[in-house]
C-alpha cells in the first residue's frame, strides 16, 4: 500500500464544557468534560479531498475518529471531541480509497508528529 506523503500539522483550542456541579445528595459528581477542538493543516492530495478519502484522528486512550471527505474542494481539516480532564497524545493520518495504481487497496499517509494535549 502507498502511503500518501505529507505529514499533518496540529493546532489546538481547548474550551470549557459539560461539567457543572449539582446540590447535595452524597452521590460523587461525574468528571467534568471539556470540548476540544483539534484543526490540522490540509493534505493537498486529490484522493484525500475526494470521495472516500478524508483523515483519521488518533486520541489516546479514545476510539479513533474518521473525518470523511463530504463534499466542496477539501476534506474538513478539524474536528471537535469532548474529553476529560488528563493528559492525551494525539496523531491524524490522512486516507484514500484509492492506491497509487488507482486500484481499492486504499493509502494512508505516516501518523502525524504526536503532540501532548493537557485538558484541565
Known sequence: ???IAGLLVLFLLVGCGGGGGGGGGGGSTPPATYTVTLN???NHESGVNSTGGG???LISGQPT???PYTSGPTA???TTVPLQAGTYTV?????AALD?????GGSLSAP???ITVNVP
Open 76 to 78: 474538513p481539516t478539524s
Open 1 to 3: 500500500m502507498k502511503r
Open 55 to 57: 483523515y483519521q484522528v
Open 100 to 104: 497509487a495504481q488507482g486500484g481499492g
Open 40 to 42: 490540522w493543516a490540509p
Open 91 to 95: 496523531t491524524v493520518k490522512a486516507y
Open 65 to 67: 475518529i474518521d473525518v
Open 112 to 114: 502525524s508528529t504526536p
